[in-house]
């Protein structure tokens, strides 16, 4: 089966860290762009970044940059997310989602997401 | 920054039609994508590149885009498509934008 599941997810102190990760299989992981999508709780679908196929090229939103890094292997068919230095407004659902077939920056498989909450 | 704007709610009848809209600046140079997230749910792809559909996605569900509106269309609306839906974009500034999402309520 095709999906992304993701892990990692839990309460946090602020200006704490955590790392999540989001395992794909049922696809050929290293051929696909990834990215991480955030929801804080009652909102909309926020961005937060982005990694290339070979994991050479990586970009963030300006709200968690510098303070999150991107990264991807692609031999444990995982993506990460490494989270420091977390504020409350980072608590969030963190989706990891696939730029698939149907083109660029278009996300055709989504994974359930992990919830992070900061807060002391 | 690119902004996206979408009305935070729209109702409809069913098997009315329901349009759902996404304003940005000369949005129509853009590819669109829409996404549809039910409750407790992940986004589901339901229309991309303006006007296109993945596969299992029903026929009731189109897009267009033009000058500074895109638009998701839901013809003869039914109860299970009532959900939260989000515009997207990518920017050669800002990056992917996603639109700040509509509630469809079905009455």
């Known amino acids: 089966e095709v999906q992304l599941v993701e892990s990692g997810g839990g309460l946090v102190q602020p200006g704490g860290s955590l790392r999540l990760s989001c395992a794909a299989s049922?696809?050929?992981?290293?051929?696909?762009?990834m990215h991480w999508v955030r929801q804080a709780p009652g909102k909309g679908l926020v961005w937060v970044s982005r990694i290339n196929s070979d994991g050479s090229s990586t970009s963030y939103a300006d709200s968690v940059k510098g303070r999150f890094t991107i990264s991807r292997d692609n031999a444990k068919n995982t993506l990460y997310l490494q989270m420091n230095s977390l504020r409350a407004e980072d608590t969030a659902v963190y989706y990891c989602?696939?730029?698939?077939?149907?083109?660029?920056?278009?996300?055709?498989?989504w994974g359930r997401g992990t919830l992070v909450t900061v807060s002391s | 920054s690119y902004v996206l704007t979408q009305p935070p709610s729209v109702s409809v009848a069913p098997g009315k039609t329901a349009r759902i809209t996404c304003g940005g600046n000369n949005i129509g140079s853009k590819s669109v994508h829409w996404y549809q997230q039910k409750p407790g749910q992940a986004p589901v792809l339901v229309i991309y590149y303006d006007s296109d559909r993945p596969s299992g996605i029903p026929e009731r569900f189109s897009g267009s885009n033009s000058g500074n509106t895109a638009t998701l269309t839901i013809s003869r609306v039914e109860a299970g498509d009532e959900a939260d839906y989000y515009c997207q974009v990518w920017d050669s500034s800002s990056d992917v934008v996603f639109g700040g999402g509509t509630k469809l309520t079905v009455l």
């Open positions: 989602a696939r730029v698939g077939d149907y083109g660029d920056f278009c996300f055709d498989l």
């Open positions: 049922g696809f050929t992981f290293s051929s696909y762009w």
